[in-house]
T-cell receptor, first 114, second 112 residues
């Protein structure tokens, strides 16, 4: 079974631009979560989608948004990029509730904002 | 609300020595607890989890952790470290009605 894939793997943007990251979950998984990983803050939960609906949301500004398609693929969008948005963005899929089920992580997208 | 504290951002052990990575949590409701490992340039992988039942949980690669409610701890141990154990380890907590929280991670170095 193929794992979680994320595209692109690396991205360089400038302040003020917007960016869209993509995540394809493991086949059959309907839950997709997004995390931001930085050296200072560690891993922070952005949001979770299940069957095209946002099921849970972390404490990030509205510039961070996401969506999920009928095939469970998910996209995350960050508008008006700031320098502080530079991070590794991880996507994870799960077969059920992330609260107590295993999450399978992709390799991440490394975003650099200049 | 919950939170996770991992004591020690960097831990070094000799090959063959005991590995002990500390994790303390706070939660207003019974928590679910996890340990994930991240190898360089890879995503996270589940080592083990505690949801209900036996408080001593065994995971992959010889790791185990014990849920101690009285100490609000979920420390990760391995009797004998291998070079391949060098990685970043994350403790995480979740609970019904709440989010999923990761600790800030502990980088494990294994000295030959």
């Amino acid at each position: 079974k193929a794992g979680v894939t994320q595209t692109p793997r690396y991205l360089i943007k400038t302040r003020g631009q917007q960016v869209t990251l993509s995540c394809s979950p493991i086949s059959g998984h309907r839950s997709v979560s997004w995390y931001q990983q930085t050296p200072g803050q560690g891993l922070q939960f952005l949001f979770e989608y299940f069957s095209e609906t946002q099921r849970n949301k972390g404490n990030f500004p509205g510039r961070f948004s996401g969506r999920q398609f009928s095939n469970s693929r998910s996209e995350m969008n960050v508008s008006t990029l700031e320098l502080g948005d530079s991070a590794l963005y991880l996507c994870a899929s799960s077969s059920g509730q992330i609260l107590y089920n295993e999450q399978f992580f992709g390799p991440g997208t490394r975003l650099t904002v200049l | 609300a919950q939170s996770v504290t991992q004591l020690g951002s960097h831990v070094s052990v000799s090959e063959g020595a005991l590995v002990l990575l500390r994790c303390n949590y706070s939660s207003s409701v019974p928590p679910y607890l996890f340990w994930y490992v991240q190898y360089p340039n890879q995503g996270l992988q589940l080592l083990l989890k505690y949801t209900t039942g036996a408080t001593l949980v065994k995971g992959i690669n010889g790791f185990e952790a014990e849920f101690k409610k009285s100490e609000t701890s979920f420390h990760l141990t391995k009797p004998s470290a291998h070079m391949s154990d060098a990685a970043e380890y994350f403790c995480a907590v979740s609970a019904p009605g709440n989010q999923f929280y990761f600790g800030t991670g502990t980088s494990l170095t294994v000295i030959p």
